[in-house]
C-alpha cells in the first residue's frame, strides 16, 4: 500500500511539473525582436527552488537583481516569477498598465480560491467582488481619518506604556498587542479580541506564506483527501475559526447597537448601518471585509515598530535629535494624531524604519493577465510579478549608502529624497511598500496613526540602549567593605526567603490586611504620616541592627488578594467604587501586583511608627559600611527589582519577598490626597534600575518570541542637551556598521527575522531608559484612571488553542 502510494504522488508530481514545463515553453514563443527577459537558467521542472535560502530568501531575489538587471525572471516549480528592483519599472508595468498588471497569483494552501472568494479583499483578483469592496475599504479609512482614528491610537498607547514598564522584556508582544488593539477597536469598537485577532492573523501568515504552509510548497497535494493530508486538515481547521470569529464579532456590534444609545464608531458599525449601500452578497461577505482589515493592521504594523527598536540601538547617534523635537513639541503629554505636522523629525524616524527593514521585503505580487512587452522583453501571460521593496528601497542613486540607517535623508536638503514642506513630508502615504496602482493598500493612514502615536510614545518616555554599550552612569569600584556589605544583604534576603515560604498563607493574609487598614485612614492622619515618613524612614536606616529574633518574617497575599486590595485603595481616591470580581484585571495589566502586598520586611509596626526598628534577620549586624548608604535597599534593588509596585513596595523575587523603598507616588492616586507619597523634588534625579530576570531555555512551549535572552530597563531621569542639527551628525558613524555582501550579512545582528512573508524582526537584547520619572509617573495614574472606568477591556478567547506552527516558523504563542 504504501509502495503504491509512493508511485501515485510520484506520477502526480511528474505530470504537473511537465504540463509546466511545456506551458512555460509555449509562453516563450514571441514575435521576432522580442527578448526573453534574463535570469537564471534552473534545473528543468522545478526551476530555481534549490537555489533559494530557507531564510531571508528576499536576500537571493536582491542577488540575482544585481546580477541580470533591474528586471528578471525566474522559474520557481514551473511558475514563472519576473522580480522587478526599481520603483520607476514598478509604476510604468503596476501603475501605467494597471488593467493587466491588477490580479492576484493563486494561493494553492488556501481552503477557498483567494481570488474570487470574496473573503480576502488583499488577495483577490480584479472582479466585481473586489471593487464594491474597494469601495467599502475607502469609505471606511476616509471617514475614521477624518476623526483622528476615533482616538484609539492614544488610548491604547497608553496601556503599551505601561505594559513595557511592568515587563520590559516582553516588548515584542507589548507592541503587536498595542496594535492588534488599536486595530480591533477599529473593527468591532472594542479591543476584547485583540489576542484572537492576533492568532487569527498568525494562522492566516502561514497559509499565505511561500515558507509556511506546505501546500504553497507542493500545491498537488491540497487535491489529495484531508485524512491524508495533515496540511490541508490544519487548513480546514483555520479557515472554519475563521469564519467564526468574524460572524461573533458581527454578531456582537449588532447587540451593542440594539443595547447602547451610544455604541462604538467601528468598521462594522458602518457596514451594519449602511449594508444596503454597499451592495454586498451577504452579511458574511461584510464580516470578512471588515475582518480581513483587521488582519492585515495586525500583521503588517508591529514589524516596523520591532525595527524601530533595532535601529534606535544600533545608530544611537541620531536619538538626540529625535529627543529634542519631542520635548520641544511635546513636552509633559504624550503625542497624538494632531502633533503629525509638528514632528518632521519623528516622521523621518518612521519613513526610514520603514526603507529600512520593510516589513514586506518580496513585496505583494500581482499577476499579468495578458501577454505584455516591456522595454523589448516579453513577459508572460500568468506570471507572477513582484516589486522586490527590499531592492526598491535600496537603489543607491535614490538612497546614498542605502545598508545604513539615516533618517536625515527625509530632512537634509543634500539628499535626493529630501521633500518639503517639512509640516507634510516625510510620510510614509504614498510609499512603495504599500504597492502599485489599483492594488495600493488603502490603510496607509491607520498605519502612519498606529506608528506615529505608538512610537512616538515610547521614545517620549524612554531611550533605548544596546546592551554592549557603555553604562550612561559610571559606577565605583567595589570596596572590601563594599562586597561585605553586599554579601550580607544576600544572606539576610536567603534567610527572609526560606522564612517566608514556612509560613501558613493565612497569617499573612491577616497581618498584611491589618497593615493595609492601618494604611487607609482618614486626609489628615496620611497628611501626619506624610510628615513623618521620610524622618522616620531616614532614621530607621541610620539606626544600629538588632536581631529580629522571634519576629515574623515577611508575607506575601494570594495574587487576587492583591489586586482587590490595591483597587479598593486606589478607588477611594479615584472613584470611591468598591471591589467588583468581574472587573478584575488581565494578568499583563497587572502582572505586577502578583506579590505586591506583603507584610513588612524587618518590623511588625507601620512604617509611620518611630518604634526601634531592627534591621537584621539573621541576627547578625550589618557592617558599618551598608548604614552610611542612602538606603540600604537600593543595592538588592538594583540587582533583584523589577518595577516600583503600588503602596511603594518593590518585587524582589518570585518567592514573594517585598522589599521597601523610598515612598513613590502611587499610581493612580490623587495629588491631593496621597497617603503613602512623601514629597518629593520635580527636579530629583533619583535613579533606579529595573532589571528582568533570565528567562528559562526556550522549549516548545516557551518560544523564542516569549523569551528572549535578556533585558534591563533603567529609570533615571536623563536629561538629553540639545543635539547638534544634521550638518553635525552627517559625518557620524553608527556603533554597529552596516554589513556588507552575502556571506556577511548572515552575521548582521539586525537581519534575524522570522521565516514568513512578513520580516518580524526576533526578539534581541536591548535596555530601555526611563528618561523622565515624572512621566512614568503621570502615564501609571492615567492608565490606572481609565483602567477604573472600564476603558481597557479584558481578553476574551473565542477560539480552540489551535496553534500549530508557530514555533517551527519563529512566532510566540499568543497566550502563555
Same mark, same amino acid.
Given at each position: 500500500m504504501a509502495l503504491l502510494t509512493l508511485v501515485v504522488l510520484t506520477t502526480i508530481v511528474v505530470t504537473v511539473s511537465v504540463v509546466k514545463y511545456l506551458e512555460n515553453a509555449a509562453r516563450n514563443r514571441f514575435a521576432k525582436g522580442v527578448r526573453s527577459l534574463p535570469g537564471p537558467q534552473g534545473l528543468p521542472f522545478i526551476g530555481s527552488v534549490l537555489e533559494l535560502p530557507q531564510k531571508n530568501s528576499w536576500m537571493k531575489f536582491h542577488e540575482w537583481g544585481e546580477q541580470y538587471g533591474p528586471i528578471y525572471q525566474v522559474n520557481l516549480a514551473g511558475v514563472n516569477h519576473v522580480w522587478i528592483t526599481r520603483d520607476n519599472i514598478a509604476r510604468d508595468l503596476l501603475t501605467k498598465r494597471g488593467a493587466i498588471y491588477s490580479n492576484r497569483p493563486h494561493i494553492p494552501a488556501l481552503e477557498r480560491d483567494n481570488r474570487t472568494s470574496g473573503q480576502y479583499l488583499p488577495l483577490m483578483s480584479k472582479n466585481e467582488t473586489w471593487t464594491r469592496q474597494r469601495r467599502f475599504a475607502k469609505q471606511i479609512m476616509d471617514t475614521s481619518e477624518k476623526q483622528s482614528f476615533y482616538g484609539y491610537p492614544e488610548l491604547e498607547s497608553l496601556r503599551l506604556m505601561v505594559e513595557l514598564m511592568v515587563d520590559p522584556f516582553r516588548y515584542n508582544v507589548a507592541m503587536e498587542s498595542y496594535i492588534s488593539r488599536v486595530t480591533s477597536r477599529l473593527a468591532w469598537g472594542t479591543s476584547a479580541p485583540s489576542d484572537e485577532l492576533k492568532q487569527r492573523a498568525r494562522e492566516l501568515l502561514i497559509g499565505v506564506s511561500p515558507s509556511g504552509a506546505l501546500g504553497n510548497k507542493f500545491p498537488f497535494i491540497m487535491s489529495l483527501p484531508e485524512r491524508l493530508i495533515p496540511a490541508k486538515a490544519w487548513e480546514s481547521r483555520r479557515a472554519r475559526t475563521e469564519r467564526k470569529f468574524f460572524q461573533t464579532m458581527q454578531q456582537q456590534v449588532k447587540s451593542d447597537m440594539s443595547d447602547s444609545d451610544t455604541p462604538k464608531p467601528s468598521w462594522m458599525r458602518a457596514f451594519l448601518e449602511n449594508k444596503l449601500k454597499w451592495g454586498f452578497a451577504s452579511d458574511l461577505e461584510g464580516a470578512f471585509a471588515v475582518g480581513m482589515h483587521g488582519i492585515a493592521g495586525a500583521l503588517t504594523i508591529a514589524a516596523p515598530m520591532q525595527s524601530f527598536c533595532l535601529a534606535m540601538c544600533h545608530y544611537p547617534q541620531y536619538q538626540d535629535l529625535l529627543y529634542e523635537e519631542i520635548d520641544e513639541v511635546l513636552g509633559d503629554r504624550m503625542p497624538t494624531f494632531a502633533d503629525m505636522p509638528d514632528m518632521p523629525v519623528l516622521r523621518a524616524f518612521i519613513r526610514e524604519t520603514l526603507r529600512w527593514r520593510p516589513p514586506v521585503p518580496t513585496g505583494i505580487p500581482h499577476e499579468s493577465s495578458e501577454d505584455d512587452v516591456y522595454e523589448g522583453y516579453h513577459i508572460p501571460a500568468g506570471s507572477v510579478i513582484h516589486p522586490l521593496e527590499w531592492s526598491i528601497s535600496r537603489d543607491p542613486d535614490v538612497f546614498p549608502e542605502p545598508d545604513e540607517w539615516n533618517p536625515l535623508r527625509w530632512l537634509d536638503q543634500e539628499f535626493p529624497t529630501f521633500q518639503e514642506p517639512l509640516t507634510k513630508f516625510p510620510t510614509i502615504t504614498q510609499y512603495s511598500q504599500f504597492g502599485y496602482g489599483r492594488r495600493t493598500c488603502q490603510g496607509m493612514g491607520v498605519t502612519e496613526a498606529d506608528l506615529f502615536v505608538g512610537l512616538g510614545s515610547v521614545a517620549w518616555l524612554f531611550s533605548m540602549q544596546a546592551n554592549d554599550s557603555p553604562e550612561p552612569v559610571n559606577k565605583p569600584a567595589t570596596s572590601d567593605a563594599e562586597a561585605e556589605a553586599e554579601s550580607w544583604l544576600q544572606e539576610q534576603v536567603k534567610y527572609a526567603n526560606q522564612r517566608a515560604?514556612?509560613?501558613?498563607?493565612?497569617?499573612?493574609?491577616?497581618? +498584611?490586611?491589618?497593615?493595609? *487598614?492601618?494604611?487607609?485612614?482618614?486626609?489628615?492622619?496620611?497628611?501626619?504620616?506624610?510628615?513623618? &515618613?521620610?524622618?522616620?524612614?531616614?532614621?530607621?536606616?541610620?539606626? +544600629?541592627?538588632?536581631?529580629?529574633?522571634?519576629?515574623?518574617?515577611?508575607?506575601?497575599?494570594?495574587?487576587?488578594? &492583591?489586586?482587590?486590595?490595591?483597587?479598593?485603595?486606589?478607588?477611594?481616591? /479615584? =472613584?470611591?467604587?468598591?471591589?467588583?470580581? =468581574?472587573?478584575?484585571?488581565?494578568?499583563?495589566?497587572?502582572?505586577?501586583?502578583?506579590?505586591? /502586598?506583603?507584610?513588612?520586611? +524587618?518590623?511588625?509596626?507601620?512604617?509611620?511608627? *518611630?518604634?526601634s526598628r531592627p534591621s537584621s534577620l539573621t541576627g547578625t549586624p550589618p557592617p558599618p559600611q551598608l548604614t552610611a548608604r542612602i538606603s540600604e535597599y537600593d543595592r538588592v534593588e538594583q540587582a533583584v527589582t523589577k518595577i516600583p509596585l503600588p503602596f511603594s513596595w518593590h518585587h524582589a523575587n518570585d518567592s514573594g519577598i517585598c522589599l521597601p523603598e523610598t515612598p513613590l507616588s502611587t499610581p493612580g492616586e490623587s495629588e491631593s490626597v496621597s497617603a503613602l507619597t512623601p514629597p518629593t523634588s520635580p527636579s530629583s534625579t533619583r535613579s533606579v534600575r529595573w532589571s528582568c530576570p533570565p528567562p528559562a531555555e526556550a522549549t516548545p512551549e516557551t518560544t523564542p518570541d516569549s523569551a528572549p535572552k535578556t533585558c534591563t530597563t533603567t529609570n533615571s531621569s536623563l536629561q538629553h542637551p540639545p543635539s547638534a542639527r544634521s550638518t553635525k551628525l552627517r559625518g557620524t558613524r553608527p556603533s554597529t556598521a552596516p554589513i556588507h555582501g552575502k556571506v556577511a550579512m548572515e552575521n548582521d545582528p539586525t537581519m534575524d527575522f522570522s521565516t514568513l512573508l512578513i520580516a518580524k524582526p526576533m526578539p534581541f537584547s536591548f535596555q530601555l531608559r526611563i528618561r523622565d520619572e515624572s512621566r512614568a509617573e503621570k502615564v501609571q495614574k492615567r492608565w490606572l484612571e481609565l483602567k477604573l472606568q472600564g476603558k481597557f477591556e479584558e481578553a476574551k478567547v473565542y477560539w480552540g488553542k489551535t496553534t500549530a506552527g508557530d514555533a517551527e516558523v519563529g512566532w510566540g504563542k499568543t497566550f502563555s
Open positions: 515560604e514556612d509560613e501558613a498563607l493565612s497569617e499573612a493574609e491577616a497581618d +498584611a490586611q491589618i497593615w493595609l *487598614q492601618e494604611q487607609m485612614k482618614t486626609t489628615n492622619e496620611r497628611a501626619d504620616f506624610e510628615e513623618t &515618613a521620610p524622618r522616620a524612614l531616614q532614621e530607621r536606616r541610620a539606626q +544600629a541592627s538588632e536581631p529580629l529574633g522571634d519576629s515574623q518574617p515577611p508575607r506575601c497575599l494570594s495574587s487576587e488578594d &492583591a489586586e482587590r486590595g490595591f483597587f479598593e485603595h486606589n478607588a477611594k481616591r /479615584i =472613584k470611591r467604587e468598591s471591589w467588583d470580581s =468581574k472587573r478584575r484585571s488581565t494578568s499583563q495589566d497587572f502582572s505586577t501586583l502578583q506579590h505586591a /502586598i506583603a507584610a513588612k520586611l +524587618a518590623n511588625q509596626n507601620d512604617l509611620a511608627d *518611630q518604634s
